[in-house]
């Protein structure tokens, strides 16, 4: 097979010697004939304001799809980041890192003001896409930022939606989380049911407030700071005194970020206003001591 090939490989050189004694016609005898250069290859980076039609941890070039908004779509991107610096030069970051840190809060302002809000308040997620590791050794350094609506406040899967979120958080936005029905199984909090804050009800959404000081660990070792946390927004909220009085006036129910999220940067607790021994009819937005009464 050897001396085959080198058989085949000299029969190659004679011919090519053999035609390069004639010069084809329209050509200067140049080998490249003035060809142009090829151009260097572009580097693979998403794109931002793309719907997609699915949520990916890591985006790899190969398998890259995008969909028209207006069909069925599972996430949206909303910006594409660089890491730079330090952060550029390591391995590719990983939870816990300074650098997701800092991509995670690039993305939070991005998507604040592409839907006119924080995306916390409402039935949103926010994931970050990275480049797969191969790409990262080859030169990729962007990060995506990907937004998906929720199915409530209970399950943070994203589900199927047509239409951009640009500017869901603006006006009467029907993603904002109000009022919901607590369904208990005995003392323990099973699932949050929305209803219209018209409708009787036990719970209502009144804010998110940032934890920045707490690792994971302490953070769920430590219910009673993220309790008391919430009912300082809950007094705010309804325009009732912070004071004793005020754990006869409502409880908390509070939702913070999953681990992952945390261990990334995001530390948006998302706090609820509890009534366990009546129902309220109504929204408790600045409703003052009688409107929400020690009871």
């Not at 035609?19 to 998403?46: E, I, K, Q």
């Not at 594409?80 to 030069?89: Q, S």
């Not at 323990?188 to 994971?216: K, Q």
């Amino acid at each position: 097979m050897r001396r085959w090939l080198a058989a085949l490989a000299l029969g190659s050189v004679a011919v090519l010697l053999l035609s390069g004694c004639v010069r084809p016609g329209g050509t200067d005898g140049d080998l490249t004939n003035n060809w142009p250069a090829l151009r260097t290859p572009a580097m693979f980076v998403p794109a931002t304001d793309a719907c997609l039609p699915r949520v990916t941890a890591v985006v790899q070039a190969s398998t890259y799809e995008t969909v028209d908004c207006a069909r069925n779509h599972l996430a949206e991107a909303v910006h594409v980041g660089a890491f730079t610096g330090p952060a550029a030069d390591g391995p590719r970051p990983e939870p816990g890192s300074a650098a997701l840190r800092t991509a995670r809060a690039e993305c939070d302002q991005r998507a604040r003001l592409v839907l006119g809000g924080d995306w916390h308040i409402a039935r949103l997620t926010l994931n970050i896409a990275l480049p797969s590791v191969s790409a990262w050794n080859g030169g990729a350094r962007w990060f995506r930022c990907d937004l998906s609506e929720t199915d409530s406040i209970d399950n943070t899967r994203p589900v199927n939606r047509t239409g951009s979120l640009r500017g869901a958080l603006i006006g009467d936005a029907p993603l904002v989380h109000r009022c919901f029905d607590p369904k208990l199984i005995g003392n323990s909090l099973n699932y949050m049911a929305p209803v219209l804050c018209t409708e009787p009800h036990g719970a209502e959404f009144v804010g998110v407030y940032i934890e920045r000081d707490m690792t994971w660990e302490e953070f769920t070792n430590s219910a009673s700071q993220a309790h008391k946390r919430c009912m300082e927004l809950i007094a705010a909220y309804a325009d009732v005194p912070n004071n004793s009085d005020l754990p006869y006036r409502a409880g908390s129910i509070f939702y913070p970020p999953s681990q992952r999220e945390w261990e990334e940067g995001d530390r948006g607790v998302r706090c609820i206003l509890w009534s366990d021994d009546r129902k309220l009819t109504g929204s408790m937005r600045g409703v003052g001591p009688q409107g929400l009464p020690v009871t």
